[in-house]
């Protein structure tokens, strides 16, 4: 469907890899942050990434 050549699907395509490779500033994994809701309804944003690589933040 998307050509390669146009600018705009490279943009795009650029745009999207840049985001996957972010790396996360606490830990300097990838950075993976997720949406976490415990039964008390205080939700809160969990970094993965620092959880695996063991880093308190
Ligand atoms: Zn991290």
Known sequence: ?????????NVQARAQEKAQAALCRFCGHKA?????????????????????AGVAV
């Open 1 to 9: 469907m998307a050509k390669e050549k146009t600018s705009k699907t």
């Open 32 to 52: 993976e942050v997720v949406l976490r809701v415990p039964p008390d309804g205080r939700k809160h944003m969990v970094r993965l990434c620092c959880e695996r």
